[in-house]
């Protein structure tokens, strides 16, 4: 699209060449015609935004967009009057939408302000916030309605239901035991109602939905992101202190914020400027010896810390006497209370060993503070995820055996783990960030107040969505307890936000941590809860006397059962057929892997391609330079003998050429 | 008088919904909040507001580039940086949400093009490092630090090494800056 954009002021810098008023006008108009040509072929939607983005001022792009109508109207024939009805009001509907999506979007007025408050880097922890909320809402809104309220209106069956004690809230069990939340309070009859409703299928089916929406969501954002944030870095060696410069963030309009971020961006700037300075020179070899060796050791350290930790949460666990005594004795209170130790100790490792980590990993120096991020995000999630496989497998394995209504039971011990989590997280907030700030500001003035750790932040909050999402299968009305934590926890934050922290310093390269928190939460995170649900559905035998599978061989066979019995009728053939030879074949997923791998290879080669055209491009840029650089000195020679030899004639100069030696700037690049 | 309480014709409300990039809603505030300014001049609907009066706005109050942003945005033949409501939109539309990167990257340049010559020369970037670093002798970075500064800087943007970064280098540098979209923005 043909850009007028580098003319400051119309024409005003063609005024340097020397050219006479006349001569500007009409290069001035022969531009803005090729504009408006260009414009009238584009479609209605594409010219109001093409004509949106003219970096004119309002004046001027209202007399563009008069004469690209007047040029439009003279050229189309009759019956556009409808064609143009319809598209006025199409768009005026969609700005209609537009207008109402914003009604929608809830808490808008406090994201805004947190941003302008404390930047983008922190607002993007509340944004990923709000996205976790909205997949746990539509969780639960599904489950609800097709799984809970079947169940309700149908009649549970419930075997023994004892009195509602407190104790419920933070252990799951007794009264909760055979209700809804759990898997155990759902049979897997066919309700029949007019159109039969299979609660299997039913229950099977609206988890397996919603986990596929999940994934694919997930991919779908890790995607964009990827492509808006990870550009492809070809050329010079980007010291980064124009993403410094363009970084600066014009929403903050608090002055005691802006003061801080200047301070930061000066603090940046020379940090980088040293840094540069310091690649100079290369670290001798003993230091780079110790380097290297504090880096090990501190890796195997974290490593053994995290080691230690998921061996302590096993051996907890499978304690026979503290695990399943309440299985053993429903009534005893002490022994349903001591079901509470497991999660007490999950939380406080989960509160501890970052700090630690955090500590160690003071002791160490890298070359990059980027790197620096990135391998505490590592350490941390390999901690979680360790805790989180250790119970998983223990779940898996050694409770089907134990227990009789296992799904239910790995559901409490879920349910169990997600409230102690936000208690522990209610703990953080009080002690860490108050009391820190307390004492930062009274007791020991050099500590200053907390910086709001995003990075640690945001690692809970993936912890807590993947034992929601393990929790699903085996819970179905889990997303409530998740749902109001996130509430609660938005606002809290808040509050703590704005009374105890400080904005961190080293806040550039927001968007790519985005990106790799996007990743997280798709990588170890969903997939992981999908492969243990998965295996779950697959393998294992459930509990033969609760829940809606009972009696089959795995969960999976009800889908079996139902192909079998869509086989009879022709018309349902062709979906059996599909099922019994395309999906269940190997030789299908095989090729399928095989097409994909092509392809990749494929666009890699593209890839490649395109950044040696870069690099050839710069080049001829670099050329360019120089010959118009040499124009520019024939065309002064040329100008300075055509106005000696016509300094004898009377003719009026209303422009004598100022000279600017920097004019061939302002030429447009494509001229 | 003074237009505070006047309300927006339908067709100028649709004309401006069409030709910048703001909503129903957000034009509708920015005639609110513009009529308040104009209000405390009690001059006639359709006059232009003091550069003063508009650097009172909290949004722009404390904003390093606010001079900048109003000299650049106003058309007014005087160069006073005054504002009229339809440069306020431009302004407003400029920083608005669902602007695209080369309207802002275009505006973002005029803005750090400190002395209006098309192109950012060494005197401008210096004055920019220095707009926002601050003031204070402890941010400020010495001379030989800015000049190291400003030529990492060149190196790295200058693609024709002609010693400037014109627009399209500008914007080559900004469109590898992810998080500029983002930050480039201020909301009523």
Same mark, same amino acid.
């Given at each position: 699209m043909r850009r007028m954009s580098v003319f400051p002021q119309h024409g005003r810098a063609l005024g340097n060449l020397g050219l006479s008023a006349n001569e500007i006008q009409q290069e001035v108009e022969n531009k803005t015609s090729e504009l408006v040509s260009d414009l009238v072929n584009l479609s209605a939607r594409a010219r109001f935004q093409a004509i949106r983005s003219l %970096?004119?001022?309002?004046?001027?792009?209202?007399?563009?967009?008069?004469?690209?109508?007047?040029v439009k109207h003279s050229k189309t024939i009759i019956p556009a009057n409808c064609r143009q009805q319809v598209s006025r009001s199409f768009r005026r509907f969609r700005a209609g939408l537009a207008s109402a999506h914003r009604y929608l979007t809830i808490w808008h007025d406090t994201l805004k302000d947190i941003g302008g408050r404390?930047?983008?880097?922190?607002?993007? $922890?509340?944004?990923?916030?709000?996205?976790?909320?909205?997949?746990?809402?539509?969780?639960?809104?599904?489950?609800?309605?097709?799984?809970?309220?079947?169940?309700?209106?149908?009649?549970?069956?419930?075997?023994?239901?004892?009195?509602?004690?407190?104790?419920?809230?933070?252990?799951?069990?007794?009264?909760?035991?055979?209700?809804?939340l759990y898997y155990g309070g759902y049979n897997g009859e066919v309700i029949a109602s007019k159109p039969v409703y299979n609660m299997q299928l039913a229950y099977f089916f609206t988890i397996a939905a919603y986990l596929v929406l999940c994934g694919v969501s997930l991919i779908y954002s890790m995607s964009r992101s990827f492509q808006k944030n990870f550009v492809l870095e070809t050329g010079p060696v980007s010291g980064g202190a124009w993403r410094l410069l363009c970084s600066w963030d014009f929403s903050v309009v608090n002055e005691k914020a802006i003061q801080y971020n200047k301070n930061n961006l000066a603090v940046q700037l020379k940090e980088s400027l040293s840094e540069r300075l310091q690649e100079k020179d290369k670290m001798s070899l003993s230091d780079r010896i110790k380097h290297l060796s504090l880096n090990i050791l501190a890796w195997l350290i974290s490593l053994g810390l995290a080691v230690g930790c998921s061996a302590g949460i096993y051996f907890l666990g499978t304690d026979q006497e503290l695990a399943f005594s309440f299985n053993h004795n429903p009534n005893d209170l002490t022994a349903e209370a001591s079901t509470l130790l497991l999660p007490v100790v999950v939380?406080?490792?989960?509160?501890?060993?970052?700090?630690?980590?955090?500590?160690?990993?003071?002791?160490?120096?890298?070359?990059?503070?980027?790197?620096?991020? #990135?391998?505490?995000?590592?350490?941390?999630?390999?901690?979680?995820?360790?805790?989180?496989?250790?119970?998983?497998? $223990?779940?898996?394995?050694?409770? %089907?055996?134990?227990?009789?209504c296992w799904e239910s039971f790995v559901g409490q011990s879920v349910y169990r783990l997600l409230i102690f989590d936000f208690i522990f997280c209610l703990f953080g907030i009080f002690y860490g960030e108050?009391?820190?700030?307390?004492?930062?500001?009274?007791?020991?003035?050099?500590?200053?107040?907390?910086?709001?750790?995003?990075?640690?932040?945001?690692?809970?909050?993936? $912890?807590?969505?993947?034992?929601?999402?393990?929790?699903?299968?085996?819970?179905?009305?889990?997303?409530?307890?998740?749902?109001?934590?996130?509430?609660?926890?938005? #606002?809290?934050?808040?509050?703590?936000?704005?009374?105890?922290?400080?904005?961190?310093?080293?806040?550039?390269?927001?968007?790519?941590?985005?990106?790799?928190?996007?990743?997280?939460?798709?990588?170890?995170?969903?997939?992981?809860?999908?492969?243990?649900?998965?295996?779950?559905?697959?393998?294992?035998?459930?509990?033969?006397?609760?829940?809606?599978?009972?009696?089959?061989?795995? %969960?999976?066979?009800?889908?079996?059962?139902?192909?079998?019995?869509?086989?009879?009728?022709?018309?349902?053939?062709?979906?059996?057929?599909?099922?019994?030879?395309?999906?269940?074949?190997?030789?299908?997923? $095989?090729?399928?892997?095989?097409?994909?791998?092509?392809?990749? #290879?494929?666009?890699?080669?593209?890839?490649?391609?395109?950044?040696?055209?870069?690099?050839?491009?710069?080049?001829?840029?670099?050329?360019?330079?120089?010959?118009?650089? @040499?124009?520019?000195?024939?065309?002064?020679?040329?100008?300075?003998?055509?106005?000696?030899?016509?300094?004898?004639? %009377?003719?009026? #100069?209303?422009?004598?050429?100022? @000279?600017?030696?920097?004019?061939?700037?302002?030429?447009?690049?494509?001229? | 008088m003074g237009g505070t309480s006047s309300k927006l014709p339908k067709d100028l409300l649709s004309e401006y919904q069409e030709l910048t990039f703001l909503t129903k809603q957000e034009i509708l505030l920015a005639h609110k909040i513009f009529s308040e300014l104009q209000g405390r001049e009690n001059g006639p609907y359709g006059s232009r507001v003091s550069m003063e009066k508009v650097l009172t706005l909290p949004e722009l109050k404390s904003n390093p580039f606010r001079k900048r942003i109003c000299h650049v945005f106003s058309t007014s033949d005087m160069k006073d940086g005054s504002l009229s409501f339809e440069d306020f939109l431009d302004l407003l539309s400029a920083f608005s949400d669902s602007a695209t990167l080369e309207i802002k990257s275009h505006y973002a340049f005029r803005i750090f093009d400190f002395d209006d010559d098309g192109t950012l020369d060494g005197r401008d970037l210096e004055k920019l490092v220095n707009c926002l670093t601050g003031e204070t002798d402890d941010t400020r970075l010495t001379a030989e630090e800015m000049r190291q500064l400003i030529s990492n800087i060149l190196e790295e943007s200058d693609i024709d090494k002609d010693g400037t970064v014109n627009l399209s280098e500008f914007q080559h540098v900004i469109s590898r800056s992810p998080d500029f979209v983002s930050s480039f923005k201020i909301v009523l």
């Open positions: %970096p004119m001022a309002f004046d001027e792009r209202k007399r563009m967009r008069n004469r690209v109508n007047s404390f930047g983008t880097s922190v607002l993007s $922890y509340f944004l990923f916030l709000k996205w976790l909320l909205k997949f746990n809402l539509f969780s639960l809104i599904i489950n609800f309605c097709f799984i809970t309220i079947p169940q309700i209106v149908h009649a549970p069956n419930i075997s023994s239901v004892t009195g509602f004690r407190g104790l419920e809230l933070l252990t799951g069990v007794g009264h909760f035991n055979q209700t809804v939380s406080l490792i989960n509160l501890i060993v970052p700090l630690l980590y955090s500590l160690i990993s003071k002791m160490e120096s890298y070359s990059n503070p980027r790197a620096k991020i #990135y391998i505490i995000i590592v350490r941390n999630i390999v901690l979680k995820m360790s805790i989180l496989g250790i119970l998983c497998s $223990y779940w898996l394995n050694i409770v %089907p055996e134990k227990v009789s108050f009391l820190l700030n307390v004492i930062g500001t009274t007791c020991i003035q050099s500590l200053g107040v907390p910086e709001f750790d995003i990075a640690r932040n945001v690692l809970d909050l993936i $912890y807590a969505q993947t034992l929601a999402w393990i929790g699903i299968y085996f819970s179905p009305l889990l997303p409530v307890i998740q749902v109001l934590k996130l509430f609660i926890i938005f #606002y809290l934050k808040k509050i703590s936000l704005s009374m105890n922290c400080q904005p961190p310093k080293h806040s550039g390269r927001a968007a790519q941590i985005q990106t790799v928190f996007i990743a997280l939460l798709f990588f170890p995170s969903f997939v992981g809860a999908l492969s243990m649900v998965s295996f779950t559905v697959w393998s294992l035998k459930p509990s033969d006397e609760c829940g809606p599978f009972q009696g089959l061989d795995t %969960p999976f066979h009800t889908i079996f059962n139902w192909t079998a019995s869509i086989q009879g009728p022709p018309e349902t053939n062709w979906v059996w057929w599909i099922f019994e030879n395309v999906l269940r074949s190997e030789l299908f997923y $095989y090729l399928i892997s095989l097409i994909i791998l092509v392809i990749t #290879y494929f666009l890699w080669q593209i890839t490649q391609g395109r950044k040696q055209l870069i690099k050839i491009l710069r080049q001829q840029i670099v050329n360019e330079g120089k010959d118009k650089a @040499f124009l520019l000195n024939k065309m002064q020679n040329l100008q300075k003998q055509r106005r000696e030899s016509v300094s004898y004639s %009377p003719q009026d #100069y209303d422009q004598t050429p100022h @000279f600017n030696p920097n004019w061939m700037n302002t030429l447009p690049l494509d001229m | -």
